[in-house]
């Protein structure tokens, strides 16, 4: 028999409920499942409230599942770890240090050495198009430039998983079109594994390899869609017809999850 | 003269507020200059103002001064460093301050002065009975405003820590401090006018030392220009004091 390779990420029968106050119950996600390959660019999409945020949150260690597992390497996930970084929807600067500072934040709470860190903060700056601003702080910055110093302070602590929950989901069009190249970039350069939730199924076929679509309150794994447009990815995918086939497909599941 | 116009525009209420105070200087002037009413009762403007200088000229305030402001500083400056460390202590644990809050709320809302017989039956009428006057005027309103602060620091940036695997002692100085600072600032400007007024208080009662002292004993010794002399003083300093405060406010709001 051939010995099969383990996934990198395992998704095993997890299940979550939050327990409010009054120990009501909300469940959030029923009996997930799924794999995730070293490297994979990874979207996950579905209607508002399925739980994408609280998969996320299970996958970083925030939050523990009600029952089923996470598997990273093999290990099961039990807390926040060195080898995952998270970028929120709000950038969640802290309002108090300057660009430069924040993008030290994570580096720092993980204790890593100042050189590294100061080698590593200057080398995101330039790579995040952040220059002549290391020493602005975050009221002085566009929205786009603070989701950049957000993702900049994630990828300074040098992690092996991404995880992003709608990052772009507060920029208007234009920027969003221009970060989500960034993204691309930063993913083609580094290879490592992107973990990325959206709203819009267009950001999702532009950036992943593989789309986990997710039916509606309580979620659970509706279809996974594998998208094979080669890399490095440009603009002009969006008008190609299997764009456009995707693109309808997943919309479809979706409005069909929201109208039953 | 159109940058004068201009000049006017930008400092307009400073304008005004300042026309008010002279106003009322001679207003002031004019009924003490007309004898209008007794000078024991009222000095006119300008015999205070001699009194002030001549007060340090001949150096009879210094004992005083000095006496009152060794009292206010070591009793502020004990109140913001325990207030600091007991703030952080019950806005960072429920349970501490579960059992903390309704005592601290009392003590707050207690005018600290009424203790202050107690207080003199403790420690007597030196320097300590004083400074302590001071510290527990001062002491709970900067408590309390850290301890809000603290408490109510923002969720998601603590989730952001966690998800970096911060340690609780580094989200304490990279979270929790940075963001009270401002809090800090809104309780030093409540706690030190309340400190300066315990301070006069407690000398009035202890009668020995102090700018309180001074002017218990001025007014039952009929010297009222000395006496007015020292109270501008006294607001002056706490004018001073609070314009700083508001300063240092204004540079750590974040504007956010
Ligand atoms: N702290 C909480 N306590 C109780 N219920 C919660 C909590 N957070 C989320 N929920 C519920 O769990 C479900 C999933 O929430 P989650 O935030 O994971 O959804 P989502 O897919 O990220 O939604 P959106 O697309 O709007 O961001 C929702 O029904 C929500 O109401
Ligand atoms: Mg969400």
Redesign the pocket.
């Known amino acids: 028999m051939l010995k099969l390779k383990k996934p990198f990420i395992e998704i095993k029968d997890l299940s979550f409920s939050?327990l409010?106050s009054k120990k009501e119950q909300?469940n959030?996600l029923d009996n997930v499942n799924f794999n995730i390959t070293k490297g994979e660019f990874l979207a996950i999409v579905?209607p508002?409230?399925?739980?994408?945020?609280?998969?996320l949150n299970c996958l970083d260690g925030l939050l523990q599942p009600s029952s089923g597992k996470i598997l990273i390497n093999g290990e099961k996930v039990v807390e926040p770890g060195f080898d995952r970084a998270y970028i929120f929807q709000d950038p969640l600067l802290l309002p108090w240090r300057t660009v430069l500072g924040n993008i030290k934040f994570g580096g720092q709470m993980q204790r890593l050495k100042k050189e590294t860190l100061d080698k590593k903060s200057r080398e995101l700056v330039r790579a995040m198009h952040l220059r002549g601003f290391e020493y602005h702080y975050p009221h002085q910055l566009s929205g786009g430039m603070k989701q950049r110093v957000n993702i900049a302070r994630a990828l300074c602590v040098s992690p092996q998983i991404l995880l992003l929950d709608?990052p772009f989901s507060n920029l208007d069009a234009q920027i969003r079109e221009i970060m989500q190249q960034e993204l691309l970039n930063i993913y083609d350069e580094n290879k490592k594994t992107f973990i990325f939730?959206t709203?819009s199924i267009d950001e999702a076929i532009f950036l992943a390899d593989k789309i986990i679509v997710l039916t509606r309150?309580?979620?659970t794994v509706k279809k996974i869609i594998n998208v094979k447009f080669k890399r490095p990815r440009d603009i002009s995918i969006k008008d190609s017809k299997e764009f456009i086939f995707i693109r309808r497909e997943i919309a479809k599941i979706i409005k069909d999850e929201i109208h039953v | 003269m159109k940058s004068m116009f201009k000049f006017i525009k930008q400092k307009e209420n400073m304008l005004l507020g300042l026309s008010g105070i002279i106003v009322v200087i001679i207003l002031w002037q004019t009924v003490a200059a007309y004898k209008l009413i007794d000078p024991i009762l009222l000095s006119s403007p300008i015999d205070v103002f001699n009194e002030s200088i001549s007060l340090f000229k001949t150096g009879e305030i210094y004992p005083d001064l000095i006496a009152s402001i060794s009292e206010f500083l070591i009793g502020f400056l004990l109140a913001l460093f325990l207030g600091f460390i007991f703030g952080f202590i019950l806005g960072w644990f429920k349970k501490t301050r579960a059992v903390f809050n309704p005592l601290l709320f009392g003590l707050y809302a207690t005018p600290i002065i009424a203790i202050l017989p107690l207080i003199i039956l403790w420690f007597g009428f030196g320097l300590f009975a004083k400074v302590s006057i001071v510290f527990l005027s001062s002491f709970f309103p900067i408590l309390i405003s850290i301890m809000e602060s603290a408490k109510n620091t923002d969720q998601n940036l603590l989730k952001l820590a966690r998800s970096f695997k911060a340690s609780e002692f580094n989200i304490i100085t990279a979270i929790i401090i940075p963001n009270s600072i401002p809090g800090i600032v809104s309780g030093i400007k409540i706690a030190m006018p309340r400190g300066i007024i315990g301070m006069i208080i407690a000398e009035f009662f202890t009668g020995n030392a102090g700018l309180g002292y001074l002017i218990s004993y001025y007014g039952s010794t009929f010297q009222t220009a000395k006496l007015l002399a020292i109270v501008i003083l006294i607001a002056g300093a706490s004018v001073v004091f609070t314009a700083v405060i508001d300063l240092l406010e204004k540079k750590v709001k974040y504007n956010n």
């Open positions: 939050y409010n909300t959030a579905g508002s409230g399925c739980g994408k945020t609280t998969l709608e939730i709203h309150h309580p979620g």
